[in-house]
């Protein structure tokens, strides 16, 4: 079966300043997904970015990029330019890509990120 | 494209007591999914439909829970015989049929029994 570590249980960033969330999973298949969610205080969940295992590139959204290392089993998320929007619930989640199978999505336990003015 | 709605968004229930909840994908969606979040935890998969079929069930999903999408378009979850250990926040996600796609999320409902 497939785990999802968060490890962190809180953090705390000075506005303009960079974090980084970590992120560790256990797997033994090959073709998988990556996601860090996002889930502000009383309002849905929304996905802040992807990687493909199958991807050597690390992915990379505005301010927000990933270090995927595969070997490690290890997806973290740095945040630059941290905004006071920032602050929110951070999932580290994981999604076996089989055809057929129903890609539900396998979360840890998140990570509460605090913004400070 | 209105994204996924779910109904009602806070419910409080008696133990012992049924509740139903809905969730609306976002139109042409062919997967749908449920999740239960409790506090200061992450979601965990509960149930996924493709179409109208019900292809997966958690072994969270006891008895007392049932879930179906008739026609393919709206889910129910329901739960029957409310326990306090049901408390939790209930997230429904939908994407298209097809490789790549991020599963997006509702608003969820959040259920409280007392």
């Known amino acids: 079966a497939q785990t999802v570590t968060q490890s962190q249980p809180e953090m705390s960033v000075q506005e303009a300043e960079t974090v980084t969330l970590s992120c560790t999973y256990d797997t033994s298949e090959s073709d998988y997904y990556l996601f860090w969610y996002k889930q502000p205080p009383s309002r849905q969940m929304i996905l802040v970015i992807r990687?493909?295992?199958?991807?050597?590139q690390n992915a990379t959204e505005n301010r927000f990029s990933v270090n995927f290392q595969k070997a490690a089993k290890s997806f973290s998320l740095k945040i630059s330019d941290s905004q006071l929007g920032d602050a929110a619930m951070y999932f580290c989640a994981y999604r076996l890509e089989v055809p057929g199978a129903n890609s539900k999505l396998t979360f840890g336990k998140g990570i509460t990120l605090s913004v400070r003015p | 494209d209105t994204g996924v709605s779910q109904d009602p968004r806070h419910k409080i229930t008696k133990r012992g007591q049924n509740v139903t909840f809905r969730c609306d994908p976002i139109s042409e969606h062919n997967r749908l999914y449920w999740y239960r979040q409790t506090l200061g935890q992450g979601p965990e998969f509960l149930t996924y439909f493709q179409n109208e079929a019900q292809l997966e069930k958690s072994r969270l999903l006891s008895d007392r829970f049932s879930a179906e999408r008739p026609k393919g378009s709206f889910s129910t979850l329901e739960i029957q015989r409310t326990e306090q250990g049901d408390s939790a926040m209930y997230l429904c996600?939908?994407?298209?049929?097809?490789?790549?796609?991020?599963?997006?999320f509702g608003p969820g409902t959040r259920l409280t029994v007392t």
């Open positions: 996600a939908s994407r298209p049929l097809g490789g790549g796609y991020e599963q997006y």
């Open positions: 990687q493909e295992a199958y991807k050597q």
